[in-house]
């Protein structure tokens, strides 16, 4: 009987760690936290959105998409759904995206640790591997605090990424990786939130302030991309699940130390004659008022003082001392609000860790080119997906392959 060492014992690990107990490996895991599975009750908000019914390698940021899509095709959110209803799960959809019927992470974690439990997988907690090394057939495992060793055939780094982690928070895998000769592509924080910038507007004025938006990424010359969907305002910038979809782009152009700003439409299903004509019927009223009084019923108040701000106007000039130029300059910036990023915010609040282990050094099984017998899944490899169970799909279709093969 062969024996697998899973080293990390997340949504990934737990799912590999299955599918080589059902081929009849001998399995144990190795957590360094004090309970497996911890970051799968955060998950959608406690609710565990674990797939998406969209699901492509196009959600993906990758470096190799053809062996993401090879993996995807062979276990897709399909075969995901049915593994979780042969283990007892009901499931339900919402708009493209599957939660359990329960709508509680602690399902899907507690579906998973019944399965290792009944397939007699050896769970090892507050037990942190901090070295690996490889013989001509075995590998031998070292643990910190402790003096004893372990000896397996076959190894899964299921470690996950720094995602999560506070500042005096460490992950070791990456310099065990490193060990055996793989390189890292810049670990970067994505789903999370972004921090931004505009002159004479006040971000914690703010704070609290949520609204439908569309926000459009520029360089200095070029439009990049776009996301549509509820944003809300923090005292340091955008947050929300748009702005999550834009994070690793954010992220990218931060590191790389180039500039990058956001424009926001706030009002994206309404053309800028509209708003034209909403001013000009509202001024035919003919009552003389402050400006920010004059646009009560358009966006929320904080929004429309900050708004004025952005224009250098005053929010108390009356309406009757503003220009035409005055009431352009005000509709332009609702619909095209622009802020410079000032990057995004760091890994304690991310959901997911951008970079990693390129794919081009894994096979197909994702087994290491470099090292015969060592897996390297979910977070640790360089595929982070956009909100929506994506993320957890990688974790879960990664983790069912390299289980089932480290057994063959």
Known sequence: MKSVAIIGGGASGMMAAICAATNKCEVTIFEKNDRIGKKILSTGNGKCNFTNAALASDKYYCDDEELLSKALERFDNNDLISFFQRLGMLVKEKNGYYYPLSEQASTVLDILRNELNNLNVNVLTNKEVISIEKN?????????????????????MSCGGKSGLSHNETNNSYDILKSFGHTIKPLLPALTQIKCKADNVSFPALKGVRLDCVLSVYDENNFITNASGEVLFTEYGLSGIVSFQLSHLIALYAYCKKKVFIEIDFMPGVKEEDLENFFASKKLLGNNCEIQNFMIGLLNKKLNIEILKYCDIKPSTEIDKLTYKDYSRIMKAIKHFKVECNGVNDFSSSQVTAGGIPLSELDEKFQSKFIDGLYIIGELTDVDGLCGGYNLQWAFTSGHIAGEDACS
């Open 136 to 156: 001509i057939t075995k590998f031998t495992l070292k643990t910190k605090d402790s003096k004893e060793s372990f000896s397996f055939d076959k190894v899964i």
